[in-house]
Structure formats: C-alpha cells, structure tokens
C-alpha cells in the first residue's frame, strides 16, 4: 500500500486546502468568468511534462554510469587477481582499496553531502597502489590498468554531477507556484460553465481531483530527479552496484 501513498506530502494537503477553500469562496462571493483554459496547459503542464522527462533521463544516465562503474571496478579486481607475480597480502590490500572505494561512493550518493575530498582521496589510493608496486605491471597490464581507472574517474564524477546538479530550480519554484495558483484560475471558469444549477459538489470535486493530479506529478518529479535517496519508488537500488554485492544477498 505504501507505493499508492508515496506521493502524498506536505503539498498535496496544502493543495486540497487551498482546492477546497477557493470554491468556497468563488461561490459566496458569486465570482466567475469564462476563459481558455489553454494557458494553463501551458503555464502548467508543459512545465511539469518537461521536468518529468529531464529527471526520467537523469535517471537512465545514473544507472549507465553505475553499472560502467562496478563493470571498471570488477575488471580491475580481476587484473589484480591475476597477476600471478604480486603476493596474496598486496592482493588483499588492493581488492580492501576497491570495495572501500565502492562503498563510500554509494553511502556519499545516498546523502545530501557534496564534500568529496575523502572519495577522491579513497580513489587516489588506486592509482597510488599502481605506482608503488610498478615492478609488478609490466608489458600491456598497467596499461590496462590505468584505462580502466580512467573509466572509474569517469562514471564517479558523472554520478557526482548528477548528484549534485538537479533540476534547475528556477523552473521547480515556478511550476510549484503555478500549482498552487491553479485553483484560484480554474475555479470561477469551471463554475461558469457548469452552470449555476449543477451540483456545487460537482465543482468540488473537479477541482480537487485536478489539482491532485497536478501535485502528483510534481511530486512523481520530485522523487526521480535525485534517484539515489532511496525514498521514491523508482529510486535505484544503488547496492546492486556495490562490488562486493554478492556477500550482501
């Protein structure tokens, strides 16, 4: 049942007080006018339409550089482990180095923190394993290695982009105060042409379930465009990507 309640908040009840006040008042102060009510399409929806696809994307790229991620870091533990000229305790050290590095760009995403330094630093001890051990990469592999440790740096900084980097929240505020707004416009219109002999519930109820909608979305918006906090229901399962993932099943 939680997944059908997810969407309602703080904003949807202030919604449904301003959408049951407004009739209300439009009734007892006998307001209400005819307009087009394309400008709300367009003063509303499309904004919210434009959100929805820009934070679904942002989504589908998060998983995209996730699994490039665990995909870098499980290929680097595989080279580490085949080289059969580095001893079992600097294979442990460096395979400790990658999980270390896995689980605190998890727990780093799951937060509203955008102090980077111990992750970069965590990283750094990559590339600083390599360098202090070079007698052991010799030919193609250290090549390789660096590669994908390249690949690593990448998808780490694009996933902290998109951590950081949201909807721009200009167009947020204003869809926000358009919702709001929403009822205070659409009410005398839906009055005028139901007629003054429809049932006032009628009215109520239109503008209710419309203004709910409106805030769902939002709220729908809200929820994917930082995918990484575990609250929404298509939020991502970021221990799926963790490279010791298999010991946590």
């Not at 250290?142 to 980097?165: G, M, P, Q, W, Y």
């Amino acid at each position: 049942m939680n997944q059908y309640f997810s969407i309602i908040n703080k904003r949807t009840l202030l919604t449904f007080i301003i959408s049951m006040a407004v009739p209300y008042l439009a009734y007892a102060l006998n307001i209400s006018y005819d307009i087009d009510l394309t400008l709300l399409s367009i003063a509303i929806i499309f904004p919210i339409v434009f959100t929805i696809r820009g934070a679904f994307r942002r989504r589908e790229k998060a998983l995209e550089h996730l699994s490039r991620f665990r995909g870098s870091m499980l290929t680097l533990k595989n080279l580490f482990d085949e080289n059969n000229k580095m001893e079992d305790n600097k294979k442990a050290i460096i395979a400790k180095t990658l999980i270390e590095v896995s689980d605190k760009l998890m727990d780093h995403l799951c937060k509203n923190n955008y102090d980077t330094t111990d992750l970069d630093k965590t990283i750094d001890k990559i590339y600083a394993f390599v360098k202090d051990n070079n007698e052991f990469f010799g030919g193609g592999r250290k090549e390789k290695l660096l590669r994908f440790l390249r690949d690593v740096h990448e998808s780490t900084e694009n996933l902290l982009a998109i951590h950081t980097h949201r909807t721009p929240i200009s167009l947020k505020a204003y869809c926000k105060i358009f919702i709001y707004m929403f009822p205070l416009i659409y009410t005398p219109t839906i009055i005028s042409r139901m007629g003054e002999d429809a049932p006032r519930w009628l009215t109520y109820f239109v503008i209710v379930l419309s203004t709910f909608i409106l805030i769902s979305l939002y709220n729908i918006q809200d929820h994917m465009e930082y995918p990484f906090d575990k609250e929404g229901l298509d939020d991502i399962r970021l221990d799926d990507f963790r490279i010791n993932r298999d010991k946590l099943n």
